[in-house]
């Protein structure tokens, strides 16, 4: 039943460094659901908590291949198809003419994609979550770092996680309720 009161455990640190610190140890002590707060990007933090590559660079690839094909398939379908224009003997199907507009719309699609894909991938819009009941969290928009063991962590315990987030000298270690 503990279990289910609580979302997790965090921990609040006062420097970057630290942080990097204790993501590393905890996933060295066999954390897996954990998750790191910072002001500031901090680009060891993503290896430290073990976090895989994101699938945003394939969505991207997909919308500007989607976007290539629909911008010249459709100057294609335009100038052959529906509206034929032989114009000063020229071919129907003037490829040349077709690169820079289909150029384009391979940029709108990948933007679009890049767009929305960030937005499904990171879970939003998400308006409400459980580490916003932490006390302090606040700061972590201003001069504070914070790590967070979830509660859905196999090797979560509460007591030993909170002794484990203990000996990494935190400033303050927290319980955080649903």
């Known amino acids: 039943m503990e279990r289910a009161s609580i979302y997790g455990l965090v921990a609040e ?3 970057p460094t630290a942080l990097v610190r204790a993501a590393n140890r ?9 998750d790191a707060y910072s002001p500031i990007p ?3 933090l993503h290896h430290a908590l073990g976090l895989k590559d994101t699938k945003l660079p394939w969505i991207v690839l997909g919308g500007g291949l989607t976007g290539a094909v629909a911008g010249y398939g459709l100057q294609f379908w335009a100038s052959t198809i529906a509206y034929p ?3 000063g003997g020229r071919p129907l199907h003037s490829w040349p003419s077709f690169i820079v507009p289909a150029f384009e719309t391979t940029i709108l699609f990948s933007a679009a994609a890049a767009v ?3 937005i499904l991938l990171n879970g939003l819009p998400m308006p409400y979550h459980p580490i916003f009941n ?7 928009s201003r001069d504070r770092f ?11 315990d509460q007591t030993t996680t ?6 990494l000298e935190p400033r303050e270690v927290t319980d955080v309720e649903h």
């Open 116 to 118: 929305l894909g960030m």
């Open 134 to 140: 932490a006390r302090r969290f606040a700061m972590a």
């Open 162 to 167: 909170r002794r484990f987030l203990e000996s």
């Open 146 to 156: 914070f790590l967070c063991i979830e509660a859905k962590d196999p090797k979560f």
């Open 42 to 44: 901090i680009e060891e």
């Open 85 to 87: 224009l032989n114009i």
């Open 13 to 15: 640190f006062e420097s």
């Open 26 to 34: 905890a996933r060295e002590a066999g954390y897996r659901k954990m």
